[in-house]
Structures are given as structure tokens and as C-alpha cells.
């Protein structure tokens, strides 16, 4: 029985050894690939930390180390599988928005007030360009017609002048279709009475632009979407009345015109309060059914159309507009996702000098869309286009088909403009309320002394302490989604960046080491000295004897001396020896 157990044991230790047997066997003259591959499998089990492997090769049983790799190998493809699935999710959802809500107002800039009447043929210039069209035959009719039918280049339908007269009035003027309709507007100066700033006063002409829209020429207040509209209409210094048309003699000191604007806090007496002088009387062309006029309200950096906020105001009336504010805000490792996962554009990211801005690229393409077919850009287009032919009277029909055609589309022609959204951007919220003035015996510096039957009052604040904002940044970092898949790694193998290291280690050793072997051999495999030269007697002429003779004998020692195996090894000795 002693026997039989040491035998046992024996058995027992050669079977754990058999993996040993790969590294340690020095007399097999010759490793195939399979069992190279063998003992670095043996050798990298038996001596890494991740969990489990050691049992494949040092179990007693068979049966236990088959269940063992089996649970190695399970093991490995859950792993797989869940750090394949973080990779999916990190992929598809690169980004967390974050909400917050106590942001102070005083970081919010204050939006862009555009203000525009709707008459858009101002009774006085129109009478003066009646007049020099009637010196070259045009009759009263034909200039009313004339300048009822200039609205319709905002809002297009059915004119009721016939093309050819149309065109012969601008030919008589020798105006462009813009300068026509900035020669024909109420003029800031005019519509502006009064203007308070933080409760305080300010010349209304000085703070106030004049500004492009979807209503046409407008007048802007902190309208930064063009920094240069005060010289951009340089060509026309004086209207028709002898009163400066644009904003003048800008400084730093005037809210508005350089900077964007802050405001300290909330409430009626910190923000913008203007009186209004609608002049219903002087209304020639309106774009709507009603005197008043229409107050736009959008990020300074927008051209006023598409997601604009507007409020009418009428003669007579107090109109209070409290602001709320939205803000976007993305950090800047957003910036290397690419574009097509994170669907957005940072500053820069686009060409030309001007500020990207989601909504004016909504608006520029819906405008080539419905004007672009027709050959013509409005008037009022966002950009100057001096390649393009600006739009008349006698484009208005293609217009209005084009308009309907777009109507009969499946798709919407917004989802083909390709315009991707802002990864930072600001929107406003507005709550109007508007009621009419009475003289019931109130006096303030914006209303003092102004006929409040004719005059309008608008009053834009904020009316929240605090703003809005959805804060987006990257769901995981390259750190964090580092740290996430050594945590999936430590949990299913218990391994750990060491583990990777043991593997690279024992891989590089072993290729050293079968290397190092191979030459050990090939040198054991060398004959001796006395069998790779031959001596011959110095005094002994060579020339004497047959040296091609003594060369094939040579080479026939020495092929029946060397082995197969030592011949390719040793022909670098052959060729001394030939040599010499």
C-alpha cells in the first residue's frame, strides 16, 4: 500500500508538472509552434493574479480543470460584453445635460429689442416721391398703387400695379429696391420719443439702429448681428426730413451700441422703457390691418426672424414685457466628439466673419428656398448679396407659386436646411400685457409732458432673479471611462493594470528565451575544428597540383562529415576555408 501511495503521488506531481514539462525539457532539440504556444500558456496561468487561471493548470483532475477554463472562459466573455456595451452607450449618449437653476440674472445678457412699425411707406417721403414721379407723367393712381403694392415684398400677394409700371418708377428714381424701402420707412427718429435706460434717459437715435428683419427696416435696440449697420447705410446721411437716419457718433458710454448689455437685477426700473409715436395719421402701406407696432425680442446675436419672440403694441397703450431667460451652455471637451454624435457647432467652427446662429441659418435657408427659385433675394435678407438680384414687384407672382408648391412638399422645407443647432445659446421667454393709457394724474420722466392719447409706452425686464440653465459636458471622460473598464475588468477577472503588464512580460520573455535556445542548439550541433579545415604542408606548391580537383574533394569530406541538419549553419566556414 506504501507503495502504491508514493506511486501515487509521483503521479500526481508529474501530472502537475506536465505544463513545466515545455519549459524545463532541454534535451528535444527542437520546439513546433503549437508547443510553443503551449508552454506560454502554461507558464502565463501558472504565475498570473488574474483569478481562476492557476486551476486550469494545476488541478489534480481532469474534470476540474476543463470546469475551471470553462468558468475562465465565461468569465472573459462577460467581461467582454459589458465593457462592449459601456463602449455602445458611451457612444450613443456622449453627453449629460445638466439643469440649474440658480444662476444669477446679472450673468443673463439682456436680449435684443427690435421695434418695428407696421407702415412701411411713411405718408410724407411717399407725397415727395409722388411728386418726382408725377414729372414724368405718373398720375396720383399710379403712385397709390405704387405704394400700396411696396408692402407686398414683406408680406407677398396679389399687387395691384402691372410690372412694366412698376419697373418704370424705379428706373425714374434711379433707387435700388433697398434704398427705395429704407428711403420709404418711418424713421427711427420719428417712431423713438423717449428712451430710458436703468432709469435713466438717453437720446433714443443714439441707442437705437437701423436695423434689417422679417419686417423689413426696423429699429434695434442691442442688436449685435451686424456690428457695422451704422455705417452700412453711409450712402443715405440725411432722410427726406433733414434728420439723421442711423445711430450717431457711437460711444462706449451709450447702452447698447458697443457692449452687450447686463442688468443688475429685476423689475420695471432695471431694464429698457420707450414712448412711442405710432402716427397713425400717417400711415400709407401697412403690412397689417391695424396701426401699432410690432416688438421683436431675440438673442443680440440673432437676425430677428425665426424663434423671435413678438408683442403688438397700438397707440394709446402700456405694454409691460417680463423677460425669462434659457440658457445652453457646453463645456469644451464636447468639442472633440465628433460632429456627426454630438449634432452641434461651437464658435469658429463655421466660415465667415459673422457669429454662427442657428435661428438666422433656419432663416437664410428657408429664404433661398421660397426666394432662390424666383432668381432674387428680399430686400431684408439677413446678408448683403451683391451678386444676387434683389427682389421687386415683378417677381411677387413667382413668389407666391413657389410658396405654394413648398406647401404641397411631404417634407418640411426646414428639415432640409441641414442647420444644426448651437452647442451654446441663449433664448427668451416673454410675457406681454398691454392696456390702455388714461389721464388719471401719473407722471414720470418717460411720460412727462407727451400727449398720452397718441403716444405708446413699452416697459422689458426681467422678472426672475435667477435663469435657466442646461449645462451639457461629456457623460465620461477618457479618465472615467478608463477607470469604468478596469473596474469591469477587476470585477469579472480580478485583474488590474498589472495584470496586463504579466502578460506582455511573459509573452516577450518566452519569445527571448526560444530564441536564445535555438542558437544554444544549433552551436551543439557544430562539428570540432579538426573536421572543418584541413592542414597542408606550407612548402607545398599548390599551382603544382590540380586545385579544382582538390576543391571537389574537399567538398565530398565534407558533406559525409557534416550532417544534414549542421550543413546550412556551417557554410560560412566552407567559404573561409575556400578563400584561403
Same mark, same amino acid.
Request: aromatic share 10%.
Given at each position: ?7 501515487g ?13 515545455y ?6 532539440s ?10 506560454f ?5 501558472? &504565475? ?7 486551476y486550469i ?11 475551471? $477554463?470553462m ?11 459589458l ?15 445638466i439643469?440649474?437653476?440658480s ?13 418695428c ?15 418726382k ?6 398720375? &396720383? ?5 405704387l ?11 396679389k ?12 428706373d ?22 423717449r ?6 434717459l438717453?437720446?433714443c ?11 423689413? $427696416? ?19 446721411n440725411?432722410?427726406?426730413?433733414? &434728420?439723421?437716419?442711423?445711430a ?46 410690432? =416688438? ?14 413678438s408683442a ?24 472633440n ?12 467652427e ?11 441659418c ?7 428656398? =421660397? ?11 439677413p ?7 434683389t ?7 413667382? =413668389? ?9 412638399e411631404?417634407?418640411?422645407?426646414i428639415?432640409d ?16 400685457e ?6 388719471v394724474?401719473?407722471?414720470?420722466? =418717460? ?8 403716444t405708446s409706452?413699452?416697459?422689458?425686464? $426681467? ?22 473598464f ?7 477577472l ?16 518566452d ?26 604542408p606550407?612548402s ?30 556551417s ?5 573561409i576555408?575556400?578563400?584561403?
Amino acid at each position: 500500500m506504501a507503495f502504491r501511495g508514493s506511486h501515487g503521488r509521483k503521479l500526481v506531481e508529474n501530472g502537475i508538472k506536465k505544463c513545466r514539462y515545455y519549459r524545463h525539457d532541454k534535451q528535444r532539440s527542437h520546439l513546433s509552434y503549437s508547443q510553443t504556444i503551449k508552454r506560454f500558456i502554461c507558464d502565463y496561468c501558472e &504565475n498570473t493574479g488574474l483569478h481562476g487561471f492557476r486551476y486550469i493548470v494545476t488541478s489534480k483532475r481532469m474534470f476540474d480543470k476543463v470546469i475551471w $477554463f470553462m468558468i475562465c472562459m465565461s468569465a472573459i466573455a462577460f467581461c467582454l460584453m459589458l465593457m462592449l456595451r459601456l463602449w455602445q452607450y458611451f457612444s450613443n449618449n456622449p453627453t449629460v445635460t445638466i439643469i440649474d437653476t440658480s444662476n444669477p440674472i446679472k450673468e443673463l445678457p439682456f436680449p435684443g429689442i427690435t421695434i418695428c412699425n407696421n407702415n412701411k411707406v411713411y405718408k410724407p417721403h411717399a407725397d415727395k416721391i409722388a411728386q418726382k414721379l408725377q414729372m414724368y407723367g405718373f398720375d &396720383n393712381d399710379m403712385s397709390n398703387k405704387l405704394f400700396s403694392s411696396l408692402m407686398k415684398l414683406i408680406r407677398p400677394d396679389k399687387i395691384e400695379i402691372d410690372n412694366a409700371t412698376a419697373t418704370w418708377a424705379l428706373d425714374i428714381l434711379g433707387y435700388t429696391v433697398e434704398r427705395l424701402m429704407l428711403e420709404l420707412m418711418h424713421p427711427c427718429n420719428l417712431l423713438l420719443v423717449r428712451c430710458s435706460w436703468l432709469g435713466q434717459l438717453y437720446d433714443c437715435n443714439k441707442i437705437f439702429k437701423t436695423v434689417k428683419s422679417n419686417e423689413g $427696416f426696423c429699429c434695434g435696440f442691442n442688436y449685435h448681428f451686424i456690428d457695422d449697420d451704422n455705417v452700412k447705410y453711409s450712402w443715405l446721411n440725411i432722410t427726406m426730413d433733414g &434728420n439723421s437716419l442711423g445711430a450717431s457718433n457711437s460711444s462706449d458710454l451709450l447702452p447698447g451700441v458697443e457692449d452687450i448689455l447686463q442688468v443688475p437685477g429685476t423689475g420695471r426700473d432695471v431694464g429698457l422703457a420707450v414712448a412711442l409715436n405710432i402716427d397713425a395719421d400717417n400711415y400709407k402701406s401697412s403690412v397689417r390691418q391695424f396701426v401699432g407696432a410690432t =416688438i421683436l425680442i431675440h438673442d443680440p446675436f440673432d437676425y430677428p426672424d425665426v424663434g423671435a419672440q413678438s408683442a403688438t403694441l397700438q397707440p394709446g397703450h402700456v405694454m409691460t414685457m417680463t423677460l425669462a431667460g434659457t440658457k445652453i451652455e457646453s463645456s469644451k471637451d464636447i468639442q472633440n466628439i465628433p460632429l456627426l454624435k454630438r449634432m452641434c457647432l461651437f464658435d469658429g467652427e463655421t466660415p465667415g466673419e459673422r457669429r454662427y446662429s442657428y435661428q438666422t441659418c433656419i432663416s437664410e435657408c428657408i429664404q433661398q428656398k =421660397i426666394y432662390g427659385s424666383c432668381g432674387c433675394l428680399p430686400f431684408f435678407f439677413p446678408d448683403n448679396h451683391p451678386q444676387e438680384r434683389t427682389c421687386y414687384l415683378t417677381d411677387v407672382d413667382c =413668389i407666391l407659386a413657389r410658396r405654394r408648391s413648398l406647401s404641397q412638399e411631404q417634407l418640411s422645407h426646414i428639415d432640409d436646411c441641414n442647420c444644426l443647432p448651437q452647442c451654446s445659446d441663449k433664448s427668451y421667454e416673454v410675457v406681454s400685457e398691454s392696456v390702455p393709457m388714461g389721464n388719471v394724474g401719473y407722471d414720470s420722466e =418717460i411720460t412727462r409732458g407727451l400727449n398720452v392719447k397718441n403716444t405708446s409706452f413699452m416697459y422689458a425686464y $426681467f422678472r426672475d432673479g435667477t435663469y435657466l440653465e442646461y449645462r451639457k459636458q461629456t457623460i465620461l471622460g477618457w479618465d472615467s471611462l478608463l477607470a469604468s473598464f478596469g473596474g469591469i475588468f477587476g470585477l469579472c477577472l480580478g485583474g488590474s493594470v498589472i495584470s496586463l503588464v504579466e502578460f506582455v512580460y511573459y509573452l516577450i520573455s518566452d519569445i527571448i528565451t526560444v530564441r536564445n535556445r535555438r542558437r544554444e542548439k544549433l552551436d551543439e550541433n557544430l562539428p570540432p575544428a579538426s573536421k572543418l579545415f584541413i592542414s597542408m604542408p606550407s612548402s607545398i606548391d599548390l599551382k603544382k597540383y590540380n586545385v579544382s580537383n582538390l576543391n571537389k574533394r574537399v567538398l565530398l569530406e565534407w558533406d559525409q562529415q557534416l550532417s544534414h541538419r549542421s550543413r546550412k549553419s556551417s557554410s560560412d566556414f566552407r567559404h573561409i576555408m575556400y578563400n584561403e
